[in-house]
């Protein structure tokens, strides 16, 4: 199954080039009240709603796919949860590149471990991406994207998978520099998600996908998800570690080689296999 968040918040359901409005599936959801839940909804609530979303689309109102502003498909992530250097290639290009890279940003995932983005930075795909501070470079990283599904603590690699509720396509803008990871990470629109989340029951072996990043029409990233140094599983079994994750969360995984500079009047094309394609404009603000 394929759903996204669409327009004003409507829930849909893709099949094709159609959106299904399944907003009425959403009625199962009991009201919050504050102090909100930490964790998203929609995504808590899967499983029940799955059902109810089937029964929705006889009735539902049908829109074309290119006709609707596509959101974030995860609409209130507790956190952002993101893996620097986790292909072996893009490690030996940082640490070839010492005038982009700094040398505390090219040690391994181990010893760097994981880091947070800040969940004001996250856009849907139908938003540009602004570079808010164009004196500075500004760069694209093509990520699979894991959404957590329920609530995981300590969990082991084995049994990992079983807490993704789906996947989706990342984008980890960043901007090169000094700083912290997680301040040139987090500037507003600098985490894009979509198109839509792809459940996991069709997409159950996120190993092997292939990854590919254009600009302007120019291959910039092409790889495949098994030259993980740590996989999807492995990834939740390190943040599980150390954070509790919680349904919504997003896990972006890594991006492979080939990270380049966008400017002003880019278009970005990114797709990975079993998911789609999005495409992505960039303006300066």
């Known amino acids: 199954m394929k759903i ?3 327009n004003d918040n409507r829930l849909g359901l893709i099949e094709g080039d159609i959106v299904y409005d399944v907003s009425q599936a959403l009625r ?3 009201p919050a009240r504050y102090p909100f839940p930490r964790h998203d909804l929609l995504i808590a609530n899967l499983a029940e709603l799955r059902p109810e979303i089937s029964l929705a689309k006889g009735s539902a109102a049908v829109f074309k796919l290119s006709d609707v502003e596509l959101l974030s498909p995860v609409g209130n992530p507790g956190k952002i949860v993101a893996a620097p250097v986790n292909y072996q290639a893009h490690l030996d290009e940082a640490i070839a590149d010492t005038e982009t890279f700094t040398r505390a940003n090219v040690r391994k995932i181990q010893e760097t471990g994981l880091f947070l983005k800040a969940t004001s930075s996250l856009i849907g795909v139908s938003k ?7 004196e500075r470079r500004t760069d694209h990283e093509i990520e699979l994207v894991a959404v957590i599904g329920k609530r995981a603590k300590d969990v082991k690699a084995k049994d990992a998978l079983a807490y993704v509720a789906g996947y989706s396509i990342g984008l980890d803008i960043t901007i090169r520099g000094p700083e912290e990871r997680s301040l040139r990470k987090s500037l507003d629109t600098y985490s894009v998600l979509g198109p839509w989340l792809v459940t996991a029951d069709e997409l159950s072996e996120p190993q092997g996908l292939e990854l590919l990043l254009e600009v302007n029409g120019e291959k910039r990233q092409h790889a495949n998800t098994r030259d993980l140094i740590m996989n999807v599983a492995e990834l939740i079994e390190f943040a ?14 890594g991006t492979p080689e080939g990270v380049g500079p966008i400017v002003h009047g880019d278009q970005i094309k990114a797709r990975i296999e079993g998911i789609g394609e999005i495409v992505v404009e960039v303006v300066s603000s």
């Open 128 to 134: 540009p991406i602004v570079i808010n501070l164009p």
């Open 28 to 30: 199962i959801l009991s």
């Open 4 to 6: 996204c968040l669409f």
């Open 240 to 253: 599980s570690t150390y954070y509790t994750l919680e349904p919504g969360d997003l896990l972006y995984t």
